[in-house]
């Protein structure tokens, strides 16, 4: 399982220069870090871990496979998108597509990259795309309601779950506050998630500072942490610019320029591990001589459901999961001494799988 993650933002702020950054960068490292262009606007990148290459060495494995994750390049949002400003209708609908949203703010100044609004703030920045968000949930929201009234009427139970939820929609997005503050409970989650509200999904901040600031942010991005943390939201400081020159060189000239600006990893590392946190995904390897693999579930996946993410009939004919730790696999240096050591475990189909978890499943074809 990957997910898909949609680059939003004003015009100016960096959107592009970042997306761009970001697959420059996949395919240069497409020998072990697959890549692919679905549309012009989308790329499938790889979520670093170094736990995959240090298994790798530790097995002997010949190929490494990361986890991956989609980024989008949303096009399109000015004010009014949420009446069809602009590319509005494709914007909105892009976004529908997507399991979270990197929103990126503009935290530099520079007379020389017009600001849409003539100022740079980026709360405002925020609060423009939110309201555009909202308006069109709202709209959606109502619309659904009217359509929904006639089964209603006729006793329809899964028509009346979702009068429920949407009128508990409807009611935050009145107050101006966001579908995603919306307490849900877990029967309801489901539910939820099928109907689709933009500002129900996960947000993201990208703080796109100038150069200078890239290793401890500004006063820009500090406002901006401050009103993530006010939300429960994320929030990541990067300097696309940086990025964009670092896509361009290779990997030992990409680490020496790094050091040179104060950083100890590239943004876009921390950028991806961010969007993989912030949708609570976690990640479980199968090693072996030809290939290590990294594969990506939701956290409190259990075992033949981690299974199925392989392959459908893994999880079919789950019989048990053969389980190494990732620290027992890499203290006790592999598969065969950590077996030897009694730390190999047989797990059933009621077992959570932990991040890092090294697992070899056995099922009936």
């Known amino acids: 399982m990957g997910f898909k993650m949609g680059i939003v933002g004003l015009p100016n702020v960096g959107k592009s220069t970042l997306f761009n ?40 494995s010949r190929q490494t496979i990361p986890t991956r994750m989609t980024f989008v390049d949303i096009a399109g949002l000015v004010k009014g998108a949420s009446k069809g400003e602009g590319l509005g209708n494709q914007f909105l609908a892009n976004i529908r597509e997507c399991d979270a949203i990197a929103h990126v703010l503009r935290c530099f100044e520079d007379d020389d990259i017009t600001h849409v609004e003539g100022r740079v703030d980026p709360v405002a920045d925020a609060a423009t795309i939110e309201t555009e968000l909202m308006l069109a949930d709202l709209e959606s929201v109502e619309r ?69 600031s890239a290793a401890s942010g500004n006063g820009l991005s500090a406002q901006v942490a401050a009103m993530a943390a006010a939300e429960g939201n994320a929030h990541v400081v990067i300097s696309a610019r940086i990025e964009e020159e670092i896509s361009q060189l290779d990997a030992e000239e990409a680490q020496m320029f790094l050091g040179e600006m104060g950083l100890e990893e590239a943004g876009l590392d921390r950028l991806i591990r961010a969007g993989y946190a912030l949708l609570h995904l ?21 075992a033949p459901q981690a299974a199925g993410v392989i ?3 893994f999880e ?10 990732y620290e027992d696999f890499v203290t006790l240096g592999g598969e065969g001494p950590a077996k030897e050591a009694g730390r190999m475990r047989s797990e059933g189909k009621g077992y959570v799988v932990h991040d890092g978890d090294i697992l070899h499943f056995l099922f009936n074809t």
């Open 21 to 60: 950054a970001l697959t420059r960068t996949a395919a240069a490292q497409a020998a072990n870090f697959p890549f692919c262009t679905i549309e012009p606007n989308v790329g499938d990148v790889a979520v670093p871990d170094a736990r995959l290459d240090r298994l790798a060495a530790i097995a002997g």
């Open 144 to 212: 659904r309601l009217q359509n929904l009234g006639r089964k209603l009427r006729g006793g329809d139970k899964d028509a009346a779950d979702q009068v429920r939820l949407l009128e508990a929609a409807q009611a935050a997005l009145a107050e101006g506050r966001p579908a995603r503050t919306v307490k849900v409970d877990a029967d309801d989650a489901k539910q939820w998630r099928m109907l689709q509200l933009l500002t129900a999904k996960p947000v993201l901040y990208v703080c796109n500072v100038e150069e200078a």
């Open 316 to 325: 079919r004919g789950f019989i048990r999961a053969e389980t190494i730790a």
């Open 311 to 313: 392959h459908g009939d």
């Open 282 to 302: 976690q990640t479980y390897f199968t090693i072996g001589p030809k290939e290590a693999r990294a594969w990506t579930i939701p956290a409190g996946t259990l």
